[in-house]
């Protein structure tokens, strides 16, 4: 079937975007969904670091390449063979699917699905190959998803079935920076009551860890430079919010600390926030060379740890319905992650806002 999607046709083009445009809104050819795959129309896709880490080129990957992984849509036909899912549901897309049977399933989220991991570097779906051309040339998937499209045509196990009434939008955000961002404290951290949860970086991921951490009831301490952001994360129940050097300089402590920025710094000023006794989980992706600055002797002498956290440590078909019953209760107001809605066609300036630290999440929104 023809589509209309955004493909990423070369990576590190000079900024802003929105003038060097490395992605091209185009029409594609999808293949039908081959057995044990969906053919989904996507309703709402969400931009993130992710997606923006490809395309300044912090995460190599293949080009031409359909970006999006953070996604709803409502499943349009299945694949030869009997599946659970049926056309008419809505579902949620996950970046990273899982085989079931590896060393990394069997870890109960802590470490990645090797064949998955495999099949998202290689820009392919997780039974192997693509589904996507254009004038007869194959063009890779992102992470399994390729959601910046009108379709997609996905594996089973890169979804998870929602209820009709958890609408597109928030749907969307569950599928990472929920599962990230809430992952990262319920899964990596653990806490116990009367933990004080510290968040480093307030983007999408950054806000969902707040999110959840306030649903917990527990003390939540906002850090970035953006004052726009600690005020939103206040709003949301932030006890209180600091600038980097200011948290610093007070000696603000957690026993847990997240990292939800992906520098180095952030990292670093995470390590520091964390009481004694204390566990800094980071989920933030750094440039693959970036090296940090610590003091092991700190870590031994007062019994802190270092985690870091995949996807927040997900197992997808688990966590979700648990956000899901979150926000149905009115616990988890994600629809408050949603900074901005946008066309397709302004993907490009989204990114540059995105590296600017401007947005949360931006929701590319399809008819």
């Given at each position: 079937m023809k589509i209309r999607g955004a493909v990423l046709e070369r990576i590190s083009a000079p900024s802003p975007f929105a003038d060097s445009t490395p992605i091209t809104i185009c029409d594609l050819d999808l293949a039908s969904p081959a057995r044990g795959e969906l053919l989904v129309r996507i309703e709402a896709a969400g931009l993130c670091h992710s997606d923006l880490s490809v395309v300044d080129g912090n995460r190599v990957r293949p080009v031409p390449m359909l970006l999006g992984h953070e996604a709803a849509g409502i499943v349009e036909a299945t694949g030869p063979g009997d599946?659970?899912?049926?056309?008419?549901?809505?579902?949620?897309?996950?970046?990273?699917?899982?085989?079931?049977?590896?060393?990394?399933?069997?870890?109960?989220?802590?470490?990645?699905?090797?064949?998955?991991?495999?099949?998202?570097?290689?820009?392919?779906?997780?039974?192997?190959?693509?589904?996507?051309?254009?004038?007869?040339?194959?063009?890779?998937?992102h992470l399994g998803v390729s959601a910046f499209a009108?379709?997609?045509?996905?594996d089973r196990r890169s979804v998870v079935p929602v209820p009709d009434d958890v609408p597109p939008e928030?749907?969307?955000?569950?599928?990472?920076?929920?599962?990230t961002g809430g992952g990262a404290l319920l899964n990596s951290a653990s806490p116990s009551p009367g933990?004080?949860?510290?968040?480093?970086?307030?983007?999408?991921?950054?806000?969902?860890?707040?999110?959840?951490?306030v649903s917990l009831g527990a003390e939540v301490i906002a850090v970035d430079t953006v004052p726009e952001k600690l005020a939103l994360?206040?709003?949301?129940?932030?006890?209180?919010?600091?600038?980097?050097?200011?948290?610093?300089a007070q000696q603000i402590r957690a026993e847990i600390v997240i990292e939800a920025a992906g520098n180095v710094r952030a990292f670093e000023t995470a390590v520091g926030l964390t009481a004694p006794g204390g566990v800094t989980v980071t989920v933030g992706l750094p440039a693959p060379d970036a090296m940090a600055s610590i003091s092991p002797l700190a870590l031994v002498a007062q019994g802190r740890s270092i985690v870091g956290s995949y996807l927040g440590s997900a197992v997808p078909e688990r966590d979700i319905p648990k956000y899901v019953a979150m926000?149905?209760?009115?616990?988890?107001?994600?629809?408050?992650?949603?900074?901005?809605?946008?066309?397709?066609?302004?993907?490009?300036?989204?990114?540059?806002?995105?590296?600017?630290?401007?947005?949360?999440?931006?929701?590319?929104?399809?008819?």
């Open positions: 599946t659970d899912i049926t056309p008419g549901q809505r579902v949620v897309m996950t970046f990273l699917p899982r085989c079931g049977t590896c060393a990394g399933c069997a870890s109960d989220g802590r470490t990645p699905c090797v064949p998955g991991s495999a099949a998202n570097n290689a820009g392919e779906l997780l039974n192997g190959g693509r589904r996507l051309h254009r004038a007869g040339d194959p063009i890779h998937h009108t379709h997609a045509v996905v928030v749907a969307a955000v569950l599928g990472c920076a929920v599962l933990d004080r949860v510290a968040v480093v970086g307030l983007g999408g991921v950054g806000m969902a860890a707040v999110l959840v951490a994360a206040a709003d949301l129940g932030a006890s209180a919010g600091y600038a980097p050097a200011e948290a610093a926000w149905r209760a009115g616990r988890l107001p994600v629809e408050r992650l949603v900074s901005s809605r946008i066309r397709l066609e302004d993907i490009n300036r989204g990114m540059d806002e995105l590296a600017a630290g401007h947005a949360l999440r931006q929701v590319v929104l399809f008819d």
